[in-house]
């Protein structure tokens, strides 16, 4: 019965190669969102969807593509990978009325090699 | 722009220690205030929260209270216990969308 639920937990590959993150939540939130956190731990919002709408776009590389079939789900693709893109990704979702908590999965290690 | 600065850590305490993490903010206008918690392996819960002034969040024993006049939302603790160790954020919001925008984060190490 996790809330938010995001796959893989781990996720390795190579430099040049496209890969994608799965995010699914069962609170009926009407927002998602994808979270960067760096090796030191800094948090920065990527995107955010509101009931499949595009709603925040931060300066994200267009390498990055969410993709959100419906308001359940928002999946995060990234192409041509980086060593910079090594991080920990956290999908979150809310329903989106404000100062409502945000509902974190438990976050894809991805490492670029 | 809209920013967070928290404490750097680690901040090393023995149990039931008092626990201070400062956190002040930058901010065009009137934001609300968060702490959340972050245990290791999981993603980010919420700790507590103040939307106005002098408003003061409260939560498992962890205090905050939203100081206009100095622009701060220091987390305290009166004595911690091993099982807090973990990572804390400040963070506020702006502008609706539950808009996030996140300190460094402050690692808590408590020992027996």
């Known amino acids: 019965d996790t809330a938010v639920s995001q796959t893989p937990k781990y996720l390795v590959t190579q430099m040049g190669n496209d890969k994608s993150i799965k995010c699914e939540q069962n609170?009926?939130?009407?927002?998602m969102y994808w979270y960067k956190q760096d090796s030191k731990k800094f948090l920065k919002i990527m995107f955010s969807?509101?009931?499949?709408?595009?709603?925040i776009n931060e300066t994200v590389p267009n390498r990055f593509s969410p993709k959100s079939p419906d308001k359940a789900h928002l999946n995060l693709h990234i192409n041509s990978l980086e060593l910079g893109d090594s991080a920990v990704y956290f999908c979150?979702?809310?329903?989106?009325?404000?100062?409502?908590?945000?509902?974190f999965g438990n976050g894809t290690r991805l490492t670029v090699t | 722009g809209n920013s967070v600065t928290q404490m750097e850590g680690p901040v090393t305490l023995s149990e039931e220690a008092f626990l201070t993490i400062n956190c002040t903010y930058t901010a065009t206008g009137y934001p609300s205030l968060f702490w959340y918690v972050q245990y290791p392996g999981e993603g980010l819960q919420l700790l507590l929260k103040?939307?106005?002034?002098?408003d003061k969040g409260s939560n498992k024993g962890f205090e905050a209270t939203y100081r206009k006049e100095t622009t701060s939302f220091h987390l305290e603790k009166g004595s911690v216990q091993v099982s807090d160790s973990a990572v804390y954020f400040c963070?506020?919001?702006?502008?609706?969308?539950?808009?996030?925008?996140f300190g460094a984060g402050t690692r808590l190490a408590v020992h027996p």
């Open positions: 979150a979702s809310s329903s989106g009325s404000s100062n409502s908590p945000l509902h």
């Open positions: 969807y509101n009931n499949k709408e595009l709603i």
């Open positions: 963070a506020l919001e702006m502008g609706g969308y539950n808009k996030l925008i």
């Open positions: 609170l009926g939130h009407d927002t």
């Open positions: 103040a939307t106005k002034a002098d």
